[in-house]
């Protein structure tokens, strides 16, 4: 391995160690304050409204994929310095 | 944490890690993840109807993920994974309608466990012969030291001729897929969809370890083409296994949420590693992950662990 491609791993990783971190507390957040008041609503609506709640699902999962998409993309452009792979 | 739609007590680090895995294997290989993410489920104590329904769920945020990165480096047949969407849906109600049945008749469990046992180990060894004898060929007559993108994505297989046989059956109408290079029988590609949608339906999650093989050796799509249009099929097929698994109460979407948060994080990464390997190492490093599911199932059936 050249050591231009050394020092390229070596900030990728670091990057990416960053990113961890970030996304970690960002996550926690997410947890406490999206989950805990989504829980109740959600048993609610399982218990009385199955079909509403099969749609919701989907559409929950699709819409987080896409915001967590964007904020891991954002945050990786933003650690490796406009670059995201 | 406890999930009071499944009535589960689990470490939500425990699922985002287990979510973090299967995006990283997913995002490399084109696979739902579901050989690792229904036994890690089954693992802390949730029911297999549950486990199988709540994967797919995950199934669809991380495969969202995944398949978005690869359409950026060019690896995902939009017209074949419309084409194969169809066959998928088919194939994955009438899996949910046999769980449905299974649970009816109480015996749910045990055999999904034994089945899923048999496809994992079926899967694996003939990848293994056939990626070996591939990576063999290789090595006996090398293509020149040209290491490019391009290179890598360039494919072969020892099951070639197989491939190729199936190709010439022009049963109409015929359907020319253009990014991936291949002119095939739409029949072929609703059966092969169908199998992948029946086992989706049936062991759960996207069942990329059946179709992404079968895209490889029967459709003769090159490997990185076909782990980027599985994921991008899976999106599709995964929404309705959830819908449907969803009004039979079978999807804890809480848990979907949670391990969701560390399988964004791993799809992009399996994603972006795939532009390093060549499609038959892709395929070779495939070879361990359903026995990997089958052990795990194995372990929870002789363990006793409420399967």
Known sequence: MTSRSKTEVR?????????????AALVVIYFFAVLHFLGGWLVQLETHHIRVYAVVAILLIIGQAVVLESVTTGLLRLLRGGRSE | ???????AHVSPIYLVVV?????????????????????????????????????????????????KRHRALGNVDLHLGLIMALGTIVGAEMGAQLIQMLTRAGNVNFVVSIISIVIYVTISTFMMWESWKTLARQRRFPAGANSTALARKSDHS????????????????????????????????LLVAF????????LGGGAGYIRMPAMVYVLGIPTHLAVGTDLFEIIISASYGTFSHAIKGNVDILIALVMNTGAAIGAQLGAISTQYFAGPKIRLL???????????????????HKL
């Open chain 1, 11 to 23: 900030k990728t990783l670091r990057a990416f160690a960053l990113e961890l971190v970030v996304y």
């Open chain 2, 1 to 7: 944490m406890f999930f009071p739609i499944s009535h």
């Open chain 2, 19 to 67: 979510g973090f895995v299967i995006g990283v294997l997913g995002g490399f290989f084109g696979v739902g993840g579901s050989f690792i993410a229904g036994p890690a489920l089954r693992l802390v104590g949730i029911d297999w109807n549950f486990a199988v329904g709540t994967d797919l769920a995950h199934i669809v945020g991380k495969s969202v993920v995944a398949a």
């Open chain 2, 158 to 189: 020892a099951f070639e001729h197989v491939t190729k046989a199936i190709q010439r059956w022009r049963i109409p109408p015929m359907i020319s897929l253009r990014e991936s290079g291949v002119t095939i029988s739409l029949w072929i590609i």
């Open chain 2, 195 to 202: 199998v992948g949608g029946l086992c989706s339906g049936f």
């Open chain 2, 286 to 304: 495939f070879v361990p992950l359903p026995l990997i599911g089958a052990a795990i199932v194995l372990y929870t059936m002789f363990s006793g």
